[in-house]
Nanobody, 124 residues
Framework: VQLQASGGGLVQPGGSLRLSCTASGRTFGNLGWFRQVQGKAREFVAA????????RYADSVKGRFTISKDTAKKTGYLQMNSLKPEDTGVYYC????????????????????WGQGTQVTVSS
C-alpha cells in the first residue's frame, strides 16, 4: 500500500483545511491520521475503519475535525475546522492491512504503511 497525503497549507486561526490521503495497492482495514510538531512525539489525531466507517478521535480535535472516506476512490479525508495554532504540525496518514478494533485505532504501532506527511500551519 502506498499513501499520498495532500491538502496542507497555511491558514489563519479559526479557518479550515481538508487533507486527503490517496491509497494505491491492496485494500486495507483502517486509515489513521497522526501529526507531529517539531521536537515532539507523533500523536494520534483520528482514524476510521475502512469497511463500516467507525471512527475515533483524539480529545483535542473532537467536534472540530471529521475523518471520512471514499472507498471507490481509495481516498481518506480529514476535514479540519476551527483550527488553532496548536494544530500546527506535519500530518501523516497511515494504513493498517487488517482491521483493528476501536480500542487500538489510536496506536501508531498498529499501522503498517505511512504517507510522506503534509505540513499544516495555523498562524495569523
Amino acid at each position: 500500500v502506498q499513501l499520498q497525503a495532500s491538502g496542507g497549507g497555511l491558514v489563519q486561526p479559526g479557518g479550515s483545511l481538508r487533507l486527503s490521503c490517496t491509497a494505491s495497492g491492496r485494500t486495507f482495514g483502517n486509515l489513521g491520521w497522526f501529526r507531529q510538531v517539531q521536537g515532539k512525539a507523533r500523536e494520534f489525531v483520528a482514524a476510521i475503519k475502512w469497511s463500516g466507517g467507525s471512527t475515533r478521535y483524539a480529545d483535542s480535535v473532537k467536534g472540530r475535525f471529521t475523518i471520512s472516506k471514499d472507498t471507490a476512490k481509495k481516498t481518506g479525508y480529514l476535514q479540519m475546522n476551527s483550527l488553532k495554532p496548536e494544530d500546527t504540525g506535519v500530518y501523516y496518514c497511515a494504513a493498517r492491512l487488517t482491521t483493528i478494533i476501536w480500542g487500538y485505532m489510536d496506536d501508531q504501532q498498529q499501522y503498517d504503511f505511512w504517507g510522506q506527511g503534509t505540513q499544516v500551519t495555523v498562524s495569523s
